[in-house]
Nanobody, 124 residues
């Protein structure tokens, strides 16, 4: 059973930075895609970033492009989300997720495992 554990959330002022970490525990083989999602109160879960763990390609939603960077450390079984120039609209619970299909999807239903989420709050 794969377990994903996020950390690194917190409260920052607008313009600040946070780095989220996702530890991948208990896997027998690596997921082909690791994604980051976020969900704000009253809104649907939003796919914001992903990394193809095999080819190394990265995906970013327009809402975070140029500000967020996803990376992976295969030796440590970690995935990261560096978030810079944070805005109040980035306030949400952030989740990492693992997709074992052949391609990277943006649909939450396609991801097989999820972390518990970590709260990010950005004040103006």
């Amino acid at each position: 059973q794969v377990q994903l554990v996020e950390s690194g959330g917190g409260s920052v002022q607008a313009g600040g930075s946070l780095r989220l970490s996702c530890a991948i525990i208990g896997y027998t083989y690596s997921a082909n895609c690791m994604g980051w999602f976020r969900q704000a109160p009253g809104k649907e879960r939003e796919h914001i970033a992903a990394v193809d763990t095999v080819g190394g390609s990265m995906y970013y939603a327009d809402s975070v492009k140029g500000r967020f960077t996803v990376s992976q450390d295969n030796a440590k079984n970690m995935v990261y989300l560096q978030m810079n120039n944070l805005k109040p609209e980035d306030t949400a619970i952030y989740y990492c997720a693992a997709d074992y299909r052949l391609d990277c999807s943006s649909r939450p239903a396609d991801f097989h495992y999820w972390g518990q989420g970590t709260q990010v709050t950005v004040s103006s």
